[in-house]
């Protein structure tokens, strides 16, 4: 417990509101959603995404935070997520959370200590744009491929957010400021998801839209604080 109070201290204030506000929506998402629907299906799509969605930018704020508490709600809120994924039929949002978990988030849980002494890293020539441009276009054709024996109702928004989704763990795996660049397209991508899902089948959850705004606003705090030590670092 006392560790993992230590992992929400010294946040920046604008991550503390966004912790806040996403938990005020999700309650207001999650109360009328109870009261109103008897469905066994539709009420554990509400409780799975209102726990899923909480759980995910209180994720995605630690890791703009730097804080290791990133691995345990990262695997917890990937459990929830997965739930309401798969009744929503969002394949790519199922791999996608997969794949954080076993590449991932594992990891950073088995080694708490992995946020010790981070520096931001940019790239340093343009050839390095080059290079993850291309494994993001290499990763989208296989995922495509791979997708398109499923089914999927919404496969190319399903391949762009995964492939970006690599990319971006890619980066944030060796530290580059540059990650924030696809998280911010991931963040785009997955409200398109999202919405492609309503329109098509009416299964999407809301408290997952809120959320992935919120990443939308996250990913923008944490550009700044990367890019600003990164910047900070270049001129020492």
Not at 77 to 90: K, P, T
Not at 183 to 200: D, P, T, Y
Request: with cysteine; net charge positive; aromatic share 16%.
């Amino acid at each position: 417990m006392t560790w993992l109070l230590g992992q929400v201290k010294g946040w920046s204030k604008i991550l503390y509101l966004i912790c806040i506000v996403n938990f005020i929506m999700q309650c207001a998402i999650l109360i009328p959603a109870l009261l109103n629907n008897t469905g066994i299906i539709s009420i554990v799509a509400a409780i799975a995404g209102f726990m899923g969605a909480n759980l995910s930018v209180l994720c995605v704020c630690s890791i703009s935070a730097r804080s290791a508490l990133n691995g345990f709600t990262s695997i917890s809120s990937a459990l929830f997520i997965i739930i309401a994924a798969c009744i929503s039929h969002n394949w790519a949002t199922v791999a996608e959370q997969l794949f954080f978990m076993f590449a991932m988030d594992f990891w950073v849980l088995l080694d708490p200590m992995w946020n010790k002494d981070i520096k931001a890293r940019e790239f340093s020539k343009a050839s390095e744009w080059f290079k993850y441009l291309g494994i993001f276009i290499l990763a989208y054709i296989v995922i495509y491929f791979v997708f398109s024996y499923t089914n999927d109702p919404n496969l190319i928004p399903d391949s762009l957010v995964l492939s970006v989704s690599v990319v971006a763990s890619l980066l944030e795996f060796n530290r580059y400021k540059e990650q924030y660049v696809f998280w911010l397209i991931g963040n785009v991508a997955n409200c398109w998801v999202w919405v492609a899902s309503w329109l098509s089948q009416g299964t999407a959850t809301p408290a997952l839209l809120v959320s992935y705004s919120l990443f939308f606003l996250n990913s923008l705090t944490g550009m700044y604080l990367w890019y600003k030590e990164a910047r900070t670092l270049r001129n020492k």
